[in-house]
């Protein structure tokens, strides 16, 4: 009799709707109304394979594109090639520069390469992923010796694009290239070889390779197993149109250089480079530099962040973020399935053409706007953020060390991809 009292009670005050949870119902079920399949064999080599260059890949309509992968491998030692060189961790997300993406006739947008690896790892379910992840986008490699071994010259990096995520619980629907007349186009752009290698005592820039052996785009695809199904053979796409809601949209990375800090001093940065529309968080990363120029302190190294004790942001004079005492970890980790870190590694120099790997955690911070909701497979919550447009920003900063610093920033937008008349455009 109690229990059957708290039910009526709680039946009668909750908001919610009544499911069975005991049965099978259309309530707990979901059915796939038009039957597909998963392909994973389309690949298409880089045309320019050098260091410092870029690349134009173009994918041809066909129905939905998701998953992106880039496979290289790097040429084998021969004469001095490698000596006194070392490899760091991820190395090849280091290595590139920026992709750009224009969907059909759509705007040309960038997405650098430090950029892509925040977007990955925020998207990673969990710490083990990460791990993996990091790992697949290039091992360390310590000596000449080990740069013999095929696998150690051999990276992947998941190409993290508005569209797709490499999130297994939240995956994203396909891109529907079908509404396209015009292809995707893909431009990877290389960074030079003396930004991601480490020199070791007495490296010499002659002893780099000036470029991939091999380099390759691997597509996953989902196409309907009954064509007829497709939107543009059963709606008149040149009078109609379809919306596709991005997760997340990463403008071009804001960066700024500043020199000559004290330890546990505020900083004030304005940040600049906001775009029209609503703005659902941004990620905040920054390493120590050795020269005006940004070169990091340990050369090739620009994954290792640096752990920030204070940050402050404040839009138009109102304060919407204040972390202290390196608060924004646990901040931050109230946004994100995973902490806003990864284990990478620092390089040292062994000595004999040698190197030694040392782990560290490179943080960074996610300064929130918008309520998080976030959905599981093929949904999409849209849940709006702030203005900031043509607003003044300022960040408040502290460094634990005495130096130089390069301070970066991501801003996420709302966003979506509007296809209509075999073209496409970003909504913002």
């Known amino acids: 009799m109690k229990d059957e009292m708290t039910e009526s009670v709680f039946h009668s005050i909750t908001p919610a709707v009544c499911i069975d949870e005991y049965y099978p ?7 796939q109304c038009f039957p597909s399949t998963v392909e994973s064999r389309f690949r298409t080599d880089l045309p320019s394979l050098g260091f410092g260059s870029s690349a134009t890949v173009v994918f041809n309509p066909s129905q939905g594109l998701q998953d992106i992968i880039l496979t290289v491998v790097l ?7 490698y ?41 990673c379910e969990d710490s083990g992923k990460k791990d993996a992840l990091v790992q697949l986008g290039g091992a360390e490699v310590l000596s000449l010796a080990s740069f013999a071994s095929a696998s150690a010259r051999t990276a992947s990096v998941y190409i993290k694009l508005p569209f797709n995520t490499i ?7 396909p891109l529907p290239t079908d509404l396209l007349t015009s292809p995707v186009q893909f431009l990877f752009e290389t960074s030079p070889a003396t930004d991601w290698f480490v020199p070791l005592a007495g490296a010499l820039v002659s002893d780099l390779p000036t ?25 008149n796409m040149n009078e109609e149109s379809l919306t596709y809601p991005l997760p997340y949209f990463q403008q071009t990375t804001f960066r700024t250089n500043i020199q000559g800090v004290a330890a546990f001093q505020d900083q004030q940065i304005n940040l600049t480079g906001f775009r029209s529309g609503s703005v659902k968080w941004i990620n905040i990363w920054a390493y120590k530099y050795a020269d005006a120029a940004g070169a990091p302190a340990n050369v090739g190294q620009t994954g290792n962040w640096t752990a920030l004790p204070r940050l402050q942001l404040s839009v138009n004079g109102l304060v919407y973020y204040d972390s202290k005492d390196f608060a924004s970890q646990i901040l931050s980790l109230c946004e994100l399935k995973t902490p806003a870190t990864y284990t990478n590694s620092i390089i040292t120099d062994a000595g004999g053409g040698n190197a030694t790997a040392t782990p560290v955690a490179s943080p960074w911070i996610r300064v929130p706007f918008s309520q998080v909701a976030e959905s599981m497979s093929n949904e999409t919550n849209t ?11 300022n960040l408040t900063i502290q460094f634990p060390e005495a130096g130089s610093y390069r301070v970066s920033a991501s801003y996420e937008y709302v966003s979506a991809l509007m296809f209509s008349r075999g073209s496409c455009e970003y909504i913002f």
């Open 167 to 173: 999130s297994a619980l939240q995956k994203t629907f």
């Open 83 to 123: 000596t006194n060189w070392a490899l760091g961790k991820n190395w090849l997300a280091r290595a590139i520069r920026q992709v750009g993406l224009r969907i059909g006739g759509s705007s040309l947008f960038y997405f650098e390469g430090e950029q892509i690896t925040v977007g990955n790892l925020q998207d």
């Open 25 to 31: 119902s259309a309530h707990r079920n979901e059915l």
């Open 211 to 235: 470029g991939f052996s091999s380099a390759q785009v691997q597509y996953k695809q989902v196409h309907l197993s009954d064509s007829g199904h497709l939107l543009a053979r059963t709606h």
């Open 75 to 81: 040429p084998a030692p021969t004469g001095s090639l």
């Open 383 to 393: 849940t709006l953020g702030l203005g900031i447009s043509n607003s003044v920003v």
